[in-house]
């Protein structure tokens, strides 16, 4: 069968790096929301991971498209990469001033109060929700891959970008030795919840309109990817790994470190299976 | 006035004569080909080719009959009156014209290909040399000028047809009802502005069988459904957190 594979790793790519910024970002905040002292350190690494994040994101973009030029083009306010380039250039602004206030080493010349700091991060968590759902209403507004027009698919990647962004800031703490035991007790909710949202989408795209999609993922020459590396890598392994970790008083820093890169390997190719599984085309 | 294409793919000899014209008036390339156990060259659209004929053998029913009976379905853009590539398009580089063409300005393409992803015939093909995307435009040109589409002026076989759209669409109807025929196009993703009429089910002659409805009413009913499953969500995890918390504090007071 002849068919283009129009967007690919460079999408899948900035897809991820999307979710792991806005990911990152919501649970600095949260975390800061919740405890600012206990979680201090925690909210700190998040903050400096999104704006990273976010620039590596806007750098596949530009490589997606070839010349960065061509983003001054821009004209249809309606159409979702016009949302979406807005969207993502605020979020650049907040995560970069939000990293200034909470590093003073960066800029010592630029310093927030308390309250004014508080305003950005929470200004800032609003595009960062946005930004991981946009990538998924980016895909959505494609009317010609019913794949992705499942109304479970900004869910799925929002759980997903929460995951990955929680896995880097642990992996970056855990270089650091900061953390113990670091699997949190959510981890199992996080990760019930992703595969429910994930078998909900793929049953609901399975049954209706997608079976050329499912075909790839299950049979097809995605199912490498999508079994054992989103299934099995990215949600079996560190589930178990989790559960492993949570009866433990004590993790030992390899497991743990398996289980966040597992995580991150899961949550890429997640991405890349519906970036590229979507646009199988029917068997005709 | 809007103006239709009408291709009957009963009347059609499978000459590719519209293929070649396309290719002459609009100055598109001629494409090294692979042999492939088909009639169909070239294998798919690209930036050079706008239009090309589907070839479907078909066996007679008798096993000692060994003929062939051919289908031929032709493949191009069939300018959507609610076109979702101009919708999604973030430099309004498509446009649907009064008269119905939709047409791509290669000028303001910026070549992000999202044209490519959301047309429902998988229509328009990206130029990787270029950096920007193609389809067929009608023959906007042409239309401009009084003069038919290169297509249809080109058919021997009286199988394509240029008019205006209610014309196009009045004949269409008796020509389907008459031959027990499908209308293709005429509902699909909210009405074309080509019309075919088929002899079999669009998907077993090689075309895309799209939604019905056209893609604002599928973006509304995408983002209303997305809607529903965020207020459902929200409302889970409030009462989760409820439960929860009320867990909390009971194990507490039996701690106490």
């Known amino acids: 069968m002849v068919y283009a594979v129009e967007w690919s790793w460079l999408t899948s790519t900035a897809l991820f790096f999307g979710g792991l910024a806005g990911g990152s970002y919501l649970w600095a905040f949260g975390a800061g929301l919740s405890n600012e002292r206990k979680y201090a350190n925690f909210s700190k690494v998040g903050y400096s991971i999104a704006f990273p994040a976010v620039l590596v994101y806007l750098i596949f973009l530009v490589l997606e498209l070839g010349t960065p030029t061509n983003f001054i083009k821009i004209r249809n306010l309606t159409s979702m990469i016009f949302v979406g380039a807005s969207i993502v250039s605020l979020f650049f602004i907040f995560s970069l001033l939000t990293l200034i206030g909470r590093e003073p080493t960066i800029l010592p010349q630029i310093s927030f109060n308390q309250k004014t700091q508080r305003i950005l991060e929470g200004i800032g968590s609003i595009f960062a929700f946005g930004i991981i759902m946009y990538t998924a209403l980016l895909l959505g507004a494609s009317f010609g891959r019913p794949f992705w027009g499942s109304p479970f698919l900004p869910y799925l990647f929002l759980v997903s970008g929460l995951l990955t962004g929680w896995a880097v800031i642990s992996l970056v703490l855990l270089s650091r030795e900061d953390w113990r035991k670091p699997v949190p007790d959510f981890l199992d909710l996080f990760v019930l919840l992703i595969t429910l949202l994930f078998v909900l989408s793929v049953l609901d795209l399975a049954t209706v309109v997608a079976p050329e999609s499912i075909a790839a993922l299950i049979t097809g020459n995605l199912n490498v990817f999508f079994i054992v590396g989103v299934l099995i890598v990215g949600i079996f392994i560190p589930f178990i790994l989790a559960y492993y970790s949570m009866s433990k008083k004590e993790v030992p820093y390899f497991i743990s470190g398996i289980t966040f890169i597992l995580v991150l390997i899961g949550g890429f190719l997640l991405r890349y299976v519906i970036v590229v599984g979507g646009q199988v085309p029917p068997v005709i | ?256």
């Open chain 2, 1 to 256: 006035m809007v103006y239709s294409i009408l291709y009957d793919a009963t009347k059609c000899v499978g000459c590719r004569g519209c293929q070649v014209a396309c290719k002459r008036w609009n100055e598109l390339e001629a494409e090294t080909t692979k042999l492939r156990a088909t009639f169909t060259n070239p294998p798919d659209l690209s930036s050079q080719t706008w239009l090309y004929m589907n070839f479907v053998e078909e066996k007679a029913e008798s096993p000692e009959d060994v003929r062939i009976s051919w289908n031929f379905a032709r493949r191009s853009c069939m300018h959507c009156v609610d076109p979702a590539c101009a919708s999604v398009c973030p430099t309004n580089a498509i446009t649907k014209l009064s008269e119905g063409p939709v047409v791509i300005d290669q000028e303001r393409c910026m070549g992000c290909k999202y044209c490519t992803q959301a047309c429902p015939f998988d229509i328009p093909r990206f130029d990787e040399e270029k950096g920007v995307v193609f389809k067929c435009t009608m023959c906007a040109d042409r239309i401009g000028v009084d003069v038919h589409p290169a297509c249809v002026q080109s058919c021997v076989a009286g199988a394509l047809s240029f008019g205006d759209k209610e014309t196009m669409l009045a004949q269409a109807n008796v020509r389907a009802a008459k031959i027990n025929g499908i209308l293709y196009g005429e509902k699909e993703a909210g009405g074309t502005d080509v019309i075919y009429i088929l002899p079999r089910p669009a998907a077993e002659l090689g075309l895309r069988q799209p939604p019905l409805e056209s893609v604002g009413s599928y973006w509304r009913s995408l983002l209303t459904r997305i809607s529903a499953i965020g207020v459902v969500g929200i409302a889970a995890f409030v009462l989760l957190g409820v439960i929860i918390r009320r867990r909390v504090l009971l194990m507490k007071e039996k701690e106490e």
